[in-house]
């Protein structure tokens, strides 16, 4: 059995260079932190936010579902092994507080090509080619490797899935995973997301069988949306009805074809989501 998809926000930081708490910054409309929380559940059965001993009762974290680092003081990799001993059982989907380019495109990608049988699977760095730990499945088998991993003395979360069993993905978009650390990077992002053009509408059928068909109160709708792909309309969808399949237990179907999730949505085209069939 493929094990559980937990999400992980990494929100302990200590914001160093920012000189302010990352996870408060807003290019959304809202923190940072909560953002990226409301993000994560849509791919995940369960979110956490990691944090620091000390930020249990911040106000930006207390109402969000934590867990708390038990080794505080050696960065990510704290909150990454803290999960894994919490939940023992579940893969993690971690994501940094620290990503505003990231899009919920990018992270269905990364959840339809998870592979369980590895440690992790990760994104390949669009600069280095290296892994990207903080945007990354983490599966149960990474837990006694990684504490084995820490307990000789090491930190760095990147150099562990260097040298693990680890699969990697081309990124579908270059600067989804472009981080910000420092108040003029900031400055350069939120300008950058203000000015981003609004994605052209279109008007899409979307046809729904099995229980989609029972949540959604529907068997089929038309409507107008900017999703770019079927995994953002998906994620649209899931906001107006009360849809409990992830995105990766699902197939897609476009004008009476199979299709991948990443295709290029039309102006009039079918959608259709094919739950999984009961029985057999």
Not at 97 to 102: G, S
């Amino acid at each position: 059995m493929i094990p559980a998809l937990f999400g992980l926000v990494l929100a302990g930081g200590a914001s160093t260079r920012m000189r302010t708490d990352k996870a408060l910054l807003d290019y959304h409309g809202q923190p940072q932190v909560r953002w990226a929380f409301g993000l994560l559940t849509k791919f995940c059965t369960a979110t956490f936010v990691s944090v620091r001993p000390d930020q249990r009762d911040d106000p930006s974290r207390a109402g969000l579902a934590q867990i708390v680092d038990r080794q505080p003081g050696i960065g990510p990799i704290a909150g990454i092994s803290a999960a894994l001993l919490e939940h023992p059982q579940a893969a993690w989907l971690v994501l940094a507080c620290d990503l505003p380019f990231l899009t919920g495109s990018t992270l269905q990608h990364l959840v339809a090509q998870r592979d369980p049988r590895k440690v992790a699977t990760a994104y390949r760095s669009a600069h280095d080619g290296l892994p990207e730990p903080l945007c990354a499945i983490w599966e149960p088998a990474a837990r006694e490797p990684l504490l084995a991993y820490i307990a000789s003395g090491k930190q760095c979360p990147r150099k562990f899935l260097i040298n693990a069993d680890t699969a990697l993905l081309d990124l579908p978009e270059r600067a989804a995973l472009d981080n910000v650390n420092t108040r003029e990077e900031f400055e350069s992002a939120a300008a950058t997301l203000r000015h981003r053009p609004s994605p052209r509408s279109k008007t899409v059928r979307v046809q729904y069988y099995a229980i989609l068909r029972e949540q959604a109160g529907r068997s089929e709708e038309t409507l107008d949306t900017s999703a770019a792909t079927p995994a953002e309309l998906y994620e649209e969808l899931r906001r107006r009805h009360p849809f409990q399949l992830a995105a990766a237990q699902l197939k897609v179907a476009l004008n009476s074809e199979f299709a991948d999730w990443q295709t290029p949505l039309q102006h009039g085209d079918t959608v259709v989501f094919i739950p999984p069939v009961a029985g057999g």
